[in-house]
């Protein structure tokens, strides 16, 4: 029987009816081998399936973020004290291009897993409806979003520790099992890196420099006690300080004329607050040396007093030029076992003495018993929130006293700093506010500032609204 050839009409009926079989792929819309496969599964198989994909990509999104967002120096810490998760989460962050192909590798095949499922199951339940694949593809990107990536990655960056230790303890095996796929996929991504001349190894040095420690201390807030905390912001101020910010002015040294008369000598040395005594011949710039009054008295008195055997008591100064680092000035007295640096300038004249007592203090504070500075409520003010303080006071030792702020990077006294702001010597009863703190000058010569009253600034914002 002869076959009789299809007419133009039929031929286009045969090719519409192919054209409506053939479907358009993606990775929402399965394929029909991958279709049947998925079919075969039970409706709830299928939705138990979803849910645990996504908690799969959510652990993986939430181990990304917390093994970026750890502290390594906490970490070096927890290793450091036998951690083994510690120790893993370590070797993975060594190693973080393998560690982050393991996440996004895990992440990516999953979250393409995913919307195969949703789109099998619209289709299987309502057929091929545009609409419905529409809604299907907006709840697989709800889910994503929401379940497997935002809110997995908040709480791995809120609780990095808490979560990023635990997960080493199975990204570390994951990574063993897929070294060849990680291999491959590292082959193109460290190409490309290369290509575009990116330096990963030069961004893994994690050293803090002074000023980040500085920060964290400052941040430590209830983590640590604020004494400690003062303590350590003082240590990083060591560095930029110099002997002439915590020295004695030379106004203010206590010192022995070896050329006053015995009696005068005698009393000084049995009422002087000092234990060591700055003895000088007529000028204080002629130092002839250093004076132990507990051993001189002792060693006297059996013996009359004779300014020979008072020379004999002395000991060699021990000289130290301005400007000199303190915390070099500190290692000075641990290598030449001396209390006493008299400070002299590219003159030779003397401008104070520094002790380690001194430097000691701009850590810790004020600990040593020094020259009254006369009676008042604590920390100096009295109940009317003032204080009268002498200008020759240097401004390290009055801001750690009254725990004020002023500048220190200029003048080094108050009689500096007043006469820098005044750009004059005031006959007295002028008053002037400098970083928001007020001061009176009450008794000043043709020289200097010799006295001045402080207000509190809490205080003397109150007096000024009250007028």
């Known amino acids: ?23 358009c792929y993606s ?25 645990l994909l996504l908690f799969l990509s959510g652990f993986f999104s939430i181990s990304e973020t917390s093994m970026m967002a750890l502290n390594r120096h906490r970490l070096k810490y927890l290793a450091s004290q036998g951690s083994l998760r510690a120790r893993t989460t370590q070797g993975l962050l060594a190693k973080t291009d393998q560690l982050l192909s393991v996440i996004l590798i895990g992440n990516n ?24 694949l529409s ?20 709480v791995g960056a809120t609780y990095p520790e808490k979560v990023a230790l635990p997960a080493s303890l199975i990204l570390a095996p994951l990574m063993r099992v897929l070294r060849p796929v990680v291999w491959f996929v590292n082959l193109f991504a460290n190409a490309l890196l ?22 964290v201390v400052l941040e430590s807030g209830s983590f640590m006690p ?43 040395l049995e009422t002087c607050y000092h234990n060591k005594l700055v003895v000088y ?30 020379r004999e008591l002395l000991t060699e100064p021990y000289f130290v030029p301005a400007g000199t680092p303190v915390f070099q000035q500190l290692q000075y007295f641990q290598e030449s076992r001396h209390r006493i640096a008299i400070v002299v300038d590219e003159y030779g004249e003397l401008q104070g003495l520094v002790t380690p007592e001194d430097i000691i203090e701009e850590l810790i504070g004020e600990f040593t018993t020094t020259i009254p500075r006369g009676t008042g409520s604590r920390g100096g003010w009295d109940e009317h929130g003032e204080c009268i303080v002498a200008g020759s006071m240097p401004l390290r030792e009055l801001n750690r006293w009254l725990h004020l702020k002023l500048p220190t990077d200029g003048p080094k006294t108050l009689n500096g700093l007043i006469l820098e702001t005044l750009e004059d010597i005031p006959d007295g009863d ?15 010569d043709d020289q200097a500032i010799r006295t001045v009253k402080i207000f509190r600034p809490a205080t003397a914002a109150t007096n000024r609204l009250q007028r």
């Open 281 to 310: 011949q007529g000028d204080i710039d002629r130092v002839l040396g250093i004076l132990h009054v507990r051993k001189t008295l002792s060693a006297l008195h059996n013996q009359e007093l004779e300014r020979e055997t008072l």
């Open 226 to 268: 604020t004494k400690h905390r003062s303590i350590l912001l003082n240590l990083f101020d060591l560095e930029n300080i110099t002997v002439d910010d915590v020295m004695i002015p030379r106004r203010r040294i206590e010192a022995l004329d070896f050329e006053a008369p015995f009696e005068q000598i005698m009393h000084q």
């Open 109 to 132: 095949l999953i979250n393409t897993i995913i919307p195969v499922l949703v789109t099998s199951i619209a289709l299987r339940t309502f057929g091929h409806d545009n609409f419905v």
């Open 1 to 23: 029987m002869r076959k009789i050839p299809a007419s133009p009409v039929q031929r286009s009926i045969r090719r519409s009816r192919k054209l409506s079989q053939t479907v």
């Open 135 to 154: 809604i299907a593809t907006g709840i697989v990107a709800f889910l994503i979003i929401v379940f497997a990536e935002i809110a997995p990655k908040i």
């Open 430 to 444: 002028v008053s002037v506010e400098i970083a928001g703190v007020h001061f009176e000058v009450m008794r000043s």
């Open 27 to 51: 990775p929402f819309h399965p394929s029909p081998s991958l279709n049947g496969r998925v079919d075969n599964l039970p409706l709830w198989a299928q939705i138990c399936a979803i849910f």
């Open 194 to 215: 290369a290509a575009l001349h990116i330096n990963t190894k030069g961004g893994r040095d994690q050293r803090m420099s002074p000023e980040e420690l500085r920060t």
